[in-house]
C-alpha cells in the first residue's frame, strides 16, 4: 500500500508563506516522481507542480511560477512545497500525489496515489 500523508496547511495572511510537507511510504520513494495538485471549492483538481525522481527535473503551473518551489529529501522520504507570495486565489485544499511508473518516466500525466489533502486558506 502506497500512503502520502500531507501537513503544513493552515491559515495565512495575502502575502505570506507556507510549506507543505508529504510523507510517502509503501513503495521505492526516491524512484517516482511526485507532485501537489489543489482544488478550491466549487472548482476542478488542478496541477500546481511536480518533481522528477532525482529532484533535478520540476513543472509548474503558470499561475504559481515564481512565488511555488517544489523539491524533495528522498533520504526522508518527503517532498515539500515552499509557497510565497501567497494570493487568496490560491485557497483550496492541497493534495500530495505520487505518479506511477509510465508517468513517472514522462513526469506527466495522472497521478497514481493521492493523499487525503491538507487546507490552505489565504486571507485577503
Known amino acids: 500500500q502506497v500512503q502520502l500523508v500531507e501537513s503544513g496547511g493552515g491559515l495565512v495572511q495575502a502575502g505570506g508563506s507556507l510549506r507543505l510537507s508529504c510523507a510517502a511510504s509503501?513503495?521505492?520513494?526516491?524512484?517516482?516522481?511526485m507532485g501537489w495538485f489543489r482544488q478550491a471549492p466549487g472548482k476542478e483538481r488542478e496541477f500546481v507542480a511536480n518533481?522528477?525522481?532525482?529532484?533535478?527535473?520540476?513543472n509548474y503551473a503558470e499561475s504559481v511560477k515564481g512565488r511555488f518551489t517544489i523539491s524533495r529529501d528522498n533520504a526522508k522520504n518527503t517532498v515539500l512545497l515552499q509557497m510565497s507570495s501567497l494570493k487568496p486565489e490560491d485557497t483550496a485544499v492541497y493534495y500530495c500525489?505520487?505518479?506511477?511508473?509510465?508517468?513517472?518516466?514522462?513526469?506527466?500525466?495522472?497521478?497514481?496515489?493521492w493523499g487525503l489533502g491538507t487546507q490552505v486558506t489565504v486571507s485577503s
Open positions: 509503501g513503495r521505492t520513494f526516491s524512484s517516482y516522481a
Open positions: 518533481i522528477n525522481w532525482s529532484g533535478g527535473i520540476t
Open positions: 500525489a505520487g505518479y506511477g511508473v509510465v508517468a513517472s518516466l514522462r513526469v506527466a500525466g495522472e497521478p497514481a496515489y
